[in-house]
Nanobody, 118 residues
Framework: VQLQASGGGLVQAGGSLRLSCAAS????????MNWYRQTPGNQRELVAT???????SIADSVKGRFSISRDSAKNTVYLQMNSLKPEDTAVYFC?????????????WGQGTQVTVSS
């Protein structure tokens, strides 16, 4: 599974960005697709998840501002980020969890930088 993330950039506080993560396989074959973010010196933080069944979850730190959605025809998952704050500045990564029989594999896309200026 290959994941291609895009959509990062520089935005002023209060602005919006939409990140995209395009998968090389049907997203229905992927148990969950997730967005993480990471700042220097810190571990990756799970931001949002969407399962193959369409269930979603959002981290408390961004709840009410971020949302996750998908376009199955494009095998793409989106992270809509509104009311951005400087503390949202991070490298954002998309991730896919796929099950194979009794095992599973996590796949990572390349990161996309989001910078929010105050």
């Amino acid at each position: 599974v290959q994941l291609q993330a895009s959509g990062g950039g520089l935005v002023q506080a209060g602005g919006s960005l939409r990140l995209s993560c395009a998968a090389s396989v049907s997203i229905f074959s992927i148990a969950s697709m997730n967005w993480y973010r990471q700042t220097p010196g810190n571990q990756r933080e799970l931001v949002a998840t969407i399962t193959s069944g369409g269930s979603t979850s959002i981290a408390d730190s961004v709840k009410g501002r971020f949302s996750i959605s998908r376009d199955s025809a494009k095998n793409t998952v989106y992270l809509q980020m509104n009311s951005l704050k400087p503390e949202d500045t991070a490298v954002y990564f998309c991730n896919a969890l796929k099950y194979y029989g009794m095992g599973s594999t996590k796949y990572w896309g390349q990161g996309t930088q989001v910078t929010v200026s105050s």
